[in-house]
């Protein structure tokens, strides 16, 4: 990596084993998971203030309205099961597209984007 600089970084003991089968599981390197939380918590806890960021989208795009009109007509059960269905689905062609198309930064991305919803659907 150019302009790259190397660090050591202290993990808690118990730490290093998780951490080493999330990055078996995921075809990646200690180095690349560390940069990736870094590069997040960089992204949240020192984003610029609310001043100087673009506003946040507040309604959905258009392209969901037609979609969503059965979701509001659900009658098979537990909604949230659907969905976390359809999360799955959305994640495996996300993964697909990113093993399939490693340097298209949208893709990846979009996949590390995903991912990080993993918790909210029970996943992790």
């Known amino acids: ?3 790259s600089q190397r660090i050591t970084v202290r993990l808690p003991e118990g730490h290093m084993g998780p951490l080493q089968q999330y990055c078996a599981e995921r075809n990646c390197d200690v180095s690349h998971v560390v940069r990736l939380a870094l590069d997040a918590f960089l992204a949240t ?27 509001f007509a659900w009658g098979s059960g537990d909604l949230r ?26 893709v990846v ?3 590390e984007g995903l991912l990080q919803l993993c918790r909210y659907f029970g996943l992790e």
């Open 1 to 3: 990596m150019p302009g």
């Open 45 to 71: 806890d020192m984003a610029p203030a609310d001043d100087q960021v673009s506003p946040k989208r507040i309604t959905p795009p258009d392209e969901i309205m037609k979609p969503v009109r059965k979701y």
């Open 81 to 106: 099961a659907e969905l976390c269905r359809l999360y799955i689905e959305v994640l495996a062609a996300s993964y697909a597209c990113r093993r399939l198309f490693p340097r298209t930064a949208s």
């Open 109 to 111: 991305n979009g996949y």
